[in-house]
């Protein structure tokens, strides 16, 4: 590390460079499904399982790298509550995702699930028995205004609203199920590390994922797939999926949930920029304003304190 520049090492050492490349990693996971899905014949759960099944000797890793963090024995109780997140998750919340983009462009994608906090809050509020304050409502109020602005414009550019319309709910539900995952991960955080947490999550995800694909499809198919799905696949797996989870745990390490989430708001600004540079997707004023809007509100929102040090601390997921 003495060889890199002074600046170079400040970043890595207060974890502002890791919270970067995990915010520029989330936010590129929409690029390479939309990437793959015009590179060949693939649909949602065909692609969904390949992503899990280049990303499981990954998981397994995070879980064998965290091993020494003093964590106490996993119970049954552990097993159960590690396979329900993994559910909610990388399962449905990417299933529901993935299906979504065969209809929307990756910039509307990525602002709608960019409004999970505010679900989280909402869901918070319920167990919790809280009514939310006037800032927190005020807050989501703007977040939903600016999501319907970016809204409106996919409808009226897209020749088919409809298509806009089921793809956009479909990202919402990744976003509820994502959120669910979320707000379930603190009582599992008291227990052990967040890599850790990632690790069994994402393990008994892809297990999900790929006993659901055997149950409606052949192997043979995912074989006769051309190779740049394959590539695509492979990228969303390292780029998109671990890497950025180990990122964000060195990230809250060095720099805390907070600020890490901080950082994190990027994920939505990158991914339009991203869609614009490398899909050619529009960027109009319509989805600038929204952009502007969803991230003010989101950035106003008091974070969750049982989420607080959760592993993701942006987003995006799924």
Request: aromatic share 10%.
């Amino acid at each position: 590390m003495t060889a890199l520049p002074a600046p170079l090492r400040r970043a890595l050492a207060n974890g502002s460079l890791y919270a970067v490349l995990a915010a520029l990693g989330f936010s590129f996971k929409a690029i390479f499904v939309k990437l793959a899905y015009a590179a060949g014949p693939v649909d949602a759960i065909s692609l969904l399982a390949l992503r899990m099944v280049l990303s499981l000797p990954l998981f397994l890793w995070l879980v064998w790298a965290s091993r020494s963090q003093g964590d106490a024995p996993l119970t049954l109780g552990d097993g159960l509550r590690v396979a329900v997140l993994g559910l909610f998750g990388y399962y449905l919340a990417s299933l529901f995702d993935f299906y979504g983009l065969q209809y929307i462009s990756a910039g509307l994608e990525r602002l709608i699930l960019f409004t999970y906090p505010t679900l989280v809050l909402i869901i918070q509020a319920v167990v919790q028995r809280e009514r939310p304050t006037l800032r927190t409502l005020a807050a989501m109020g703007l977040c939903y205004l600016g999501l319907g602005i970016a809204f409106v414009h996919d409808i009226s550019v897209a020749s088919v609203g409809s298509q806009v319309l089921a793809g956009s709910l479909w990202v919402f539900a990744s976003a509820v199920t994502y959120a669910l995952y979320y707000s379930g991960t603190g009582m599992m955080l008291k227990r052990m590390g967040s890599m850790r947490l990632a690790g069994l999550c994402g393990t008994a995800s892809s297990l999900m994922v790929l006993a659901h694909y055997l149950l409606v499809a052949d192997v043979a198919p995912l074989l006769q797939l051309p190779s740049a799905v394959w590539w695509n696949a492979g990228l969303m797996a390292l780029f998109s999926t671990v890497l950025p989870i180990y990122w964000v745990a060195l990230a809250i390490q060095r720099m805390g949930p907070t600020h890490t989430a901080a950082v994190g708001n990027l994920g939505p600004v990158l991914t339009v920029l991203a869609s614009w540079a490398i899909l050619s997707e529009e960027i109009s004023l319509y989805q600038v304003v929204g952009l502007v809007l969803v991230l003010v509100a989101v950035s106003r929102l008091k974070p969750a304190k049982k989420a607080e040090g959760q592993l993701e601390g942006e987003r995006t997921t799924a």
